[in-house]
Nanobody, 124 residues
Framework: QVQLVESGGGLVQAGGSLRPSCAASGSTFSSYAMGWFRQAPGKEREFVAAISRGGIDTYYADSVKGRFTISRDNAKNTVFLQMNSLKPEDTAVYYC?????????????????WGQGTQVTVSS
């Protein structure tokens, strides 16, 4: 099994940038497709972005396309989420997740492994 630990959240003004990361341990990182999800207060956890095992394929929610970039470094067992042009509606707890499924799944039920989350707050 893989263990996931997020870091790099924080407080930023609208229009600013953050780059949360997620460190993996306990298993072969390159065996997992990775995703980022977020959950705002009172809302369901929603898909943000996913990246395939080798990092070739990526997929984004429409709400973040063109502003967020997911990437991974399999040598360092880490996945990143570069977030630019942040908006107050991006405020949420951001979770990374891992799946042994192929491709770039966007369904959270396909992800078996989750981190504890990192808070991102965007002020207006």
């Amino acid at each position: 099994q893989v263990q996931l630990v997020e870091s790099g959240g924080g407080l930023v003004q609208a229009g600013g940038s953050l780059r949360p990361s997620c460190a993996a341990s306990g298993s072969t990182f390159s065996s997992y497709a990775m995703g980022w999800f977020r959950q705002a207060p009172g809302k369901e956890r929603e898909f943000v972005a996913a990246i395939s095992r080798g990092g070739i394929d990526t997929y984004y929610a429409d709400s973040v396309k063109g502003r967020f970039t997911i990437s991974r470094d399999n040598a360092k067992n880490t996945v990143f989420l570069q977030m630019n042009s942040l908006k107050p509606e991006d405020t949420a707890v951001y979770y990374c997740a891992g799946t042994l499924r192929l491709g770039v799944p966007s369904n959270r039920n396909l992800y078996a492994y989750w981190g504890q989350g990192t808070q991102v707050t965007v002020s207006s």
